[in-house]
């Protein structure tokens, strides 16, 4: 609700109070001065009482009746300590700025928005960009490209690393390097963010959709086996959501017909399958660390290689195609693909807290699935016994038959001040893609698509909004 509807000016009637508390429907309103500074509360008992009690007229300022002892907080405090102050006594909190002017406000049934993921930057995110300034690097070349590089190589069994401008290029520039372009077949999920489809496009290479597995919502092994042919080159594998696939079948499928296997792991760093980080088995793995992920810089991403042959390859790739020992002498048609050294920055500082992070997001998953597998209602994604998920997005679907579809309770979430998000829809649904489609039975992908959703997953939401969550989840059951 716009927070102008519940203020009113110190000298308005109580009668004209009234009106504005029937149209609101929240039965409070903020009493205000010609400065927006909050001076008291008023709510329909306190005017019920000074009417009957005190005779007070309904000409009558709301300055003469309002209540002038009322606890509020400042705007910055965390969603925990509002819901640490709201009480059967405390019902309404106005949420103020320094000035103690109200920007918004929390109650027992709706706490300011809770967003589906943010980023958290509470470290060293700020010093290192001012370092960079300083020191006037703050373009591709600097000191923290170099340092982002290293941290994500001795992470992933020293594989040779390389920082990119975004997700969506470290695919591209995956598969331009590994050689694979026009003639070639890439077979890729049915369920996963568009971009996975759209690198194997514009590498010239022609995408093939298989479905996924309706336990792990992963890419089924079965269905790649399938859909091999001459022409396929190579295995693009999504772990959704953070939920590994089950990358050891894949790598021996792609051994057994001498395929290429490239990771997007833009969604799973921190996830791990047999005790190892994702992405250490395949040909290319990529990263991104868009404003959503679990590390981010704003936009960026990166790439891992098996062979450091192909990894010098697509360090020319990126730089323009530019020669390494001959400058502006350009031995292939390149790209500009390179991180900016303030990203970098942004990205180390990050990095250093990525045990921090799955550790917050283990504990929110475990919140979270501890309550709705007791529930008929729900499943969950499920992991597999040898892998662990760094939960990027805590996500589960609604049975079928149901007495409730996922709209209705993302729409009840969203009355609380509760973000959530729909599954990503099947590639094979939407018009540039449907041509792509290997099998015309693409119904895994498609149900759990239609009946799944994901709850707010940031590193930074505390343990007790995620219990305020499920408390809301389960208020909704019980209302119907």
Same mark, same amino acid.
């Given at each position: 609700m716009d927070i102008s509807l519940l203020c009113v000016n110190s000298n308005t009637s109580i009668k004209q109070a009234l009106?504005?508390?029937?149209?609101?429907?929240?039965?409070?309103?903020?009493?205000?001065?010609?400065?927006?500074?909050?001076?008291?509360?008023?709510?329909?008992?306190?005017?019920?009482?000074?009417?009957?009690?005190?005779?007070?007229?309904?000409?009558?300022?709301?300055?003469?009746?309002?209540?002038?002892?009322?606890?509020?907080?400042?705007?910055q405090v965390s969603n925990s300590e509002i819901l640490q102050t709201l009480s059967k006594n405390i019902k309404i909190i106005p949420l103020l700025d320094d000035q103690n002017r109200v920007l918004d406000y929390a109650t027992i049934n709706r706490i300011r928005k809770i967003s589906v993921s943010s980023p958290n930057l509470d470290g060293k995110e700020l010093a290192n960009v001012v370092d960079c300034i300083n020191s006037n690097w703050i373009s591709s070349q600097g000191k923290y490209v170099k340092a982002f590089e290293e941290q994500f190589s001795q992470y992933h069994d020293n594989l040779n690393a390389i920082a990119v401008s975004n997700g969506t290029v470290a695919l591209h520039l995956a598969l331009v390097s590994l050689g694979i372009g026009k003639g070639d077949e890439v077979i890729v999920p049915n369920l996963t963010f568009a971009a996975s489809i759209n690198a194997i496009l514009h590498s010239g290479a022609t995408p093939s959709i298989v479905d996924i597995d309706l336990d792990s919502w992963n890419i089924n092994c079965l269905e790649i086996e399938k859909a091999i042919n001459s022409k396929t080159k190579a295995i693009m594998v999504v772990h959704l959501y953070g939920n590994p696939a089950e990358i050891r079948k894949i790598y021996e499928i792609a051994t057994k017909y001498n395929l290429l296997v490239v990771e997007d792991c833009a969604e799973?760093?921190?996830?791990?399958?047999d005790g190892k980080p994702l992405g250490i088995l395949s040909d290319a793995s990529t990263f991104s660390f868009f404003g959503n992920k679990t590390i981010t810089t704003g936009e960026g991403?990166?790439?891992?290689?098996?062979?450091?042959?192909?990894?010098?390859?697509?360090?020319?790739?990126?730089?323009?195609?530019?020669?390494?020992?001959?400058?502006?002498?350009?031995?292939?048609?390149?790209?500009?693909?390179?991180?900016?050294?303030?990203?970098?920055?942004?990205?180390?500082?990050?990095?250093?807290?990525?045990?921090?992070?799955?550790?917050?997001k283990k504990s929110i998953a475990n919140i979270y699935y501890?309550?709705?597998? %007791?529930?008929?209602?729900?499943?969950?994604?499920?992991?597999?016994?040898?892998?662990?998920?760094?939960?990027?997005?805590?996500?589960?679907?609604?049975?079928?038959?149901?007495?409730?579809?996922?709209?209705?309770?993302?729409?009840?979430?969203?009355? %609380?001040?509760?973000?959530?998000?729909?599954?990503?829809?099947?590639?094979?649904?939407?018009?540039?893609?449907?041509?792509?489609?290997?099998?015309?039975?693409?119904?895994?992908?498609?149900?759990?698509?239609?009946?799944?959703?994901?709850?707010p997953s940031s590193s930074s939401l505390s343990d007790l909004e995620a219990k305020y969550i499920c408390e809301v989840i389960a208020e909704f059951i019980n209302s119907l």
């Open positions: 009106k504005k508390i029937d149209k609101s429907g929240l039965s409070t309103l903020f009493v205000i001065d010609s400065n927006n500074f909050l001076l008291g509360i008023l709510t329909d008992g306190i005017i019920r009482r000074e009417l009957i009690n005190n005779g007070i007229e309904l000409d009558s300022s709301v300055k003469d009746v309002m209540e002038v002892k009322f606890v509020s907080l400042n705007i799973s760093l921190g996830s791990l399958y991403g990166m790439i891992i290689f098996k062979n450091p042959e192909i990894w010098e390859k697509a360090c020319v790739f990126r730089d323009h195609g530019m020669s390494k020992t001959r400058r502006y002498w350009h031995d292939v048609v390149g790209y500009n693909y390179r991180l900016t050294n303030i990203q970098a920055a942004i990205g180390v500082a990050q990095f250093s807290k990525l045990g921090y992070f799955i550790d917050r501890q309550f709705l597998k %007791k529930s008929k209602f729900f499943e969950l994604q499920k992991v597999s016994i040898n892998a662990s998920s760094s939960n990027w997005l805590c996500s589960f679907r609604i049975l079928d038959n149901n007495k409730f579809n996922k709209e209705q309770l993302m729409d009840y979430l969203n009355s %609380k001040g509760i973000e959530s998000r729909p599954l990503f829809s099947p590639l094979s649904l939407m018009k540039p893609y449907k041509a792509y489609a290997n099998s015309k039975s693409l119904n895994n992908s498609i149900n759990i698509s239609k009946t799944g959703m994901s709850l």
